[in-house]
């Protein structure tokens, strides 16, 4: 079956800095997420960092914890101890995807099949 409608993803900073705050030391996007049958489980986001110099981390999942009215799930996540610990001193880039689950495990994602992204930079 189909699972919840996803759309309208908002990314409240356009680049990531680390660990300083040269930029946006916090990785702040917002999706809307509905759903007409079986109701919203779960919505959660996958992101991982990849570096200019090769390097392909792993995917981190993290939960909303901003979220605002009419169904906008928000994530606010402090990366920049993260992302160091990762990238070293590399710059690089930020991918991320949505994704969701009504309450029979029907899953979808945002986008479908591929993956948003940001540049982040070292910053000393």
Known sequence: GAGPTMGNPVALVAELSYPSNCTSSALKVAIKVTDAGKGIKSVWLAYRYLGDGGYTGNWHKVSP??????????????????????????????QY???????????????????????????P
């Open 97 to 123: 995807q949505f994704f969701a689950t009504d309450n029979s495990d029907n899953q979808t994602s945002y986008p479908n099949g591929s993956v948003l992204g940001m540049p982040i930079k070292y910053c």
């Open 65 to 94: 914890n901003d979220n605002a009215a009419g169904g906008v799930y928000g994530f606010n996540y402090a990366i920049g101890g993260e992302a160091a610990g990762e990238l070293g001193t590399q710059n690089g880039t930020l």
